[in-house]
């Protein structure tokens, strides 16, 4: 089983910035993609950001030029840094990794808890 932890989130004002760390543990295979992805009450759930083990990464056009992903493969850990924060972004943020055993496998996702994020003047 895999577990994940994320930190980080709080409250800040429009054009703010936040740092937010996810640590995965249990069995992670080395081939995998970390991301994170946000939900806001009464709205479906989107994708923030992606990264590969590669180090290629994916963004929403809603936070490019804002956000940036990255990871330390070393200690399973995905960190999101947040820049110019905007009240839009106000959400609980969810750390996701997935990965499979071989290449014939089904994928497996795995979800933290959350982790709210709020912008407000």
């Known amino acids: 089983q895999v577990q994940l932890v994320e930190s980080g989130g709080g409250s800040v004002q429009p054009g703010g910035s936040l740092r937010l760390s996810c640590a995965a543990s249990g069995i992670i295979f080395s081939i995998n993609t970390m991301g994170w992805y946000r939900q806001a009450p009464g709205k479906q759930r989107e994708l923030v950001a992606t990264i590969t083990s590669g180090g290629s990464t994916n963004y929403a056009d809603s936070v490019k030029g804002r956000f940036t992903i990255s990871r330390d493969n070393a200690k399973n850990t995905v960190y999101l840094q947040m820049n110019s924060l905007k009240p839009e972004d106000t959400a609980v943020y969810y750390c996701?990794?997935?990965?499979?055993?071989?290449?014939?496998?089904?994928?497996?996702?795995?979800w933290g808890q959350g982790t709210q994020v709020t912008v407000s003047s």
């Open positions: 996701k990794l997935s990965h499979r055993a071989w290449t014939w496998s089904t994928m497996r996702d795995y």
